[in-house]
Nanobody, 115 residues
Framework: QVQLVESGGGLVQPGGSLRLSCRAS????????LGWYRQSPGKERELVAT???????NYADSVQDRFTIFRDHAKNTVDLQMNSLKPEDTAVYYC?????????WGQGTQVTVSS
């Protein structure tokens, strides 16, 4: 079992920045894929960014060049740096971890982009 706890959400003005962090309950060094997803009211949950144990990061087209995903094995965290935020980025953001024995989700953190 893996517990994931997100933090860092909040209210920000358009053009602003936020950094989300997700802490895992155990060592993430062997986690196959870590990622961030988001869900807006009335919409399906969608991929934002993923980072595998090895290989290239993957981003949704809508966040390419604005968001960056990091994994820190020393802290057991996966962070999402979000810059140039837009109102359409408003959503609940969820952390996801894929390990050898399953896929795990955090409880989500709200991000609201509004003036």
């Amino acid at each position: 079992q893996v517990q994931l706890v997100e933090s860092g959400g909040g209210l920000v003005q358009p053009g602003g920045s936020l950094r989300l962090s997700c802490r895992a309950s155990r060592n993430i060094a062997s986690f196959n894929i870590l990622g961030w997803y988001r869900q807006s009211p009335g919409k399906e949950r969608e991929l934002v960014a993923t980072i595998p144990l090895s290989g290239s990061r993957n981003y949704a087209d809508s966040v390419q060049d604005r968001f960056t995903i990091f994994r820190d094995h020393a802290k057991n965290t996966v962070d999402l740096q979000m810059n140039s935020l837009k109102p359409e980025d408003t959503a609940v953001y969820y952390c996801n971890a894929v390990t050898w024995n399953g896929s795990y989700w955090g409880q989500g953190t709200q991000v609201t982009v509004s003036s």
